[in-house]
């Protein structure tokens, strides 16, 4: 793209695509800041008025808030460090050379393949079922008595659901990472005299250092936004209530269209401020 | 102290085998260089005595102690690698200090250690920066730092000037030697490069398909090769090697005459030919005769000054006491 010609031309051609895209962003996010500033209830007459800051105040001032806020960053947080840890050690596994090396690959990468409905309720009817779910058989097989877990231990339980749908997704991005590394690397390191602990730790860790940024920035943003693990599980109850199914609440149980869109944008701000906070990690590992 | 002692060693990788049974002594303070045609096994064979590989059968003794079970760190030698090797992670000091570091040494000691390095290799300025803001010669060196300071019983080099411009490649060539001259360890380096065996070796080691063709130092390899495939190999331009009818006068299968060894004539000679494509280096000029008669084109080294142009007719003399003889099975006779 050097003459004038085809610089314009490329950005005629681009064009269709842009708009589209920006349209597709714009529409909704300029819908949803109108929304926010109306007291807007769908079912009791729609439009009442213009409210200003109204619907902003009470969705912080709501006793839900900050609980809802305090299990998102729960379920991100643990669902990152079980998939970036888990993720690691799958990765160093699946490098070794085996037998199978190409299936088993595919099979590792297979739950990211599962719909998120689906799993969520493989997981809940199979395996979490307190009386036939897998896991209360294998419960009392020890003799023990079994988990409830969708109540019980509820937050755990997304937790585990969560991580492994996401669980692939960190592995495949970390193995292509540790493929990448050159292997006089680790010869001249166990020349060195580290063992293999420390060749993990000074030479695999630090090289796997912008994947792991990556993998944590990718999953950040969409694990902010985990819905349907929740609707057909603990359909928010039991201390499961994220700042998303808070806004779905807001919008379509109470049919407060003008609050939930207000919690809508703050949602947009703080999965933006998370992205930025990451981007810039991500730009510093990238100076590298 | 650092004698280096292979015996009948083999390795085989599964059906294929790469090195076929093996003997060699590499004596304290040598500097030992691999030399052979790619596929022949050298590398191989020094990562059996790193210890990156394991040996088939065979012992290799260093200091007289079987080392085939020990692991590479604790052999106590030191490898640079081709691509360097170096963690770009971590600052130029950082590089260096690691083999300490490893070791469990004081913090004292590693910087203690590391400035002297730094010192004898020019890198003291660059201490603070990290492997990807040095340019290829720099890197060169922090890896053979990163070696230096375990002060080893002997270095290990794998082809470490082939990622090098031909300018500093001389460059780290000098500097390489007299590193090996200033500090008197045993040193085994593996390169294609017959130039580098020839200016740093004290004893060559001549590699094909997983044997040795001939060990010694450059000038008996020069002077006497053991079989047409040292012949080819050792020297540069190649050796003229002739068959048939002029063979057969100096009861030989083979003979071969260096470039060097043949005079060139616009008048007289032994043999006449054209001249084909002619190189001219400045110091020498090679003229690449043709039509001689005598097989292949003849290679023909003359001083820089003399000039033919192509097509020319040239006469050609060797020099009868630099002939060497092949018999059938291509083994120097005499």
Redesign the interface.
Known sequence: MSTKASRSAARLMLAPAVILLLGWMLVPLTMTLIFSFQRYLPLRGGFQGWVGFENYVRFVGSSAFWPAVQSTVIIVGGVLLITVVLGILLAILLDQPMWGQGMVRILVIAPFFVMPTVSGLVWKNMFMDPNNGLLSHLWRFFGADPVIWLSDASMLSIILIVSWQWLPFATLILLTAIQSL?S??L????????PAL?RFR??IL??L?RAITIVILIQTIFLLAIFAEIFVTTQGSFGTRTLTYLIFQRVLESQNVGLGSAGGIYAVILANIFALFLMRIVGKNLD? | MGQIVLEQVTKSFGDVTVITPLDLTIDDGEFCVFVGPSGCGKSTLLRLIAGLEDVTSGEIRIDGQGVSTIPPAKRGLAMVFQSYALYPHMTVRKNIAFPLRMAGLDRAEQNRRVEKAAEVLNLTDYLDRRPGQLSGGQRQRVAIGRAIVREPAAFLFDEPLSNLDAALRVGMRLEISELHNRLGTTMIYVTHDQVEAMTMADKIVVLRAGHIEQVGSPLELYRAPRNLFVAGFIGSPKMNLIEGAEATKHDAMTIGIRPEHISISADEGRWSGVVGVSEHLGSDTFFHVQDTGLGDTVTVRAEGDVSFKHGDRVYLTPRDDMIHRFDAKGLRIG
């Open positions: 050159d006089e690397q010869e001249a390191a166990e020349m060195d005299g580290a420390s000074h030479i630090p090289h250092s590298r």
